[in-house]
């Protein structure tokens, strides 16, 4: 059982390249969720996604694409890269259910992007 | 406009001290409230949430009081171990969205010193 796996670890891109980050999730959870961690910002909620074939915005959505095609992957696109987009990207996953607490979740390890 | 905040960037105590971290919020809306604690290259994890029915919740060394009408969260590690370094983060939530949506604080560094 390796919970919330994220994919790459870390990644550097040219400013206007594009990329996927994969988040892989194996305990079954309803809920995944995208968040950047910028210093002084804590974790701001990127994309989130309730179920499969579903997705919704956060609070910082611009310059963000995402897709949950299947339940236990949701991945994050940036089309092209900017240099205020360097962060440190964390999925997280939880689960819905009757005296479930839904808002506790899971993160992944995180993946560190620089854009220059 | 930051719903969550935490004003104390860093807090340092002594091995075997109470730590005590505190966490603001400004959206009478929000009804369940959990801290995350999180070490360097690693991704957050769960340590202790409270919903807004309680106003206080204990696990082992830690406690996590919630004073609704100051809408003030405070959380207390005793006694604190070298091994709690780590940053916290508190956040809250609004069961009624059905998204299990999270808002965060900026987080506290704390230094916990042998």
């Known amino acids: 059982n390796a919970g919330v796996t994220q994919t790459p670890k870390f990644r550097v891109l040219k400013t206007g390249q594009s990329m996927t980050l994969l988040c892989a999730q194996d305990?079954?959870?309803?809920?995944m969720y995208w968040y950047r961690q910028d210093p002084g910002m804590g974790l701001r909620l990127i994309h989130y996604?309730?179920?499969?074939?579903?997705?919704a915005k956060g609070e910082v959505p611009d310059g963000y694409n995402v897709s949950r095609l299947k339940k236990q992957n949701f991945l994050l696109g940036l089309e092209s890269a900017a240099p205020s987009q360097t962060s440190v990207y964390f999925c997280?996953?939880?689960?819905?259910?009757?005296?479930?607490?839904?808002?506790?979740?899971?993160f992944g390890p995180g993946t560190r992007l620089l854009v220059l | 406009d930051q719903q969550v905040k935490q004003n104390s960037p860093s807090l340092s105590v002594q091995e075997g001290r109470i730590s005590i971290l505190n966490c603001d919020y400004t959206?009478?809306?929000?009804?369940?409230f959990l801290w995350y604690k999180k070490y360097p290259a690693e991704g957050p994890t769960f340590l202790i949430s409270?919903?807004?029915?309680?106003d206080k919740n204990e696990d082992g060394r830690f406690t996590v009081f919630l004073n609704k009408s100051a809408k003030h969260l405070s959380l207390h590690i005793v006694p604190s171990q070298p091994g709690d370094s780590a940053v916290y983060f508190c956040?809250?939530?609004?069961?009624?969205?059905?998204?299990?949506?999270?808002?965060f604080g900026q987080g506290t560094t704390l230094q916990v010193k042998p």
């Open positions: 997280a996953s939880s689960h819905r259910g009757p005296g479930v607490s839904q808002e506790t979740q899971y």
């Open positions: 305990m079954n959870h309803e809920y």
């Open positions: 996604s309730v179920g499969e074939g579903t997705t």
């Open positions: 959206n009478s809306m929000f009804d369940y």
């Open positions: 409270i919903s807004s029915i309680k």
């Open positions: 956040a809250a939530s609004k069961s009624s969205g059905n998204t299990g949506k999270l808002i």
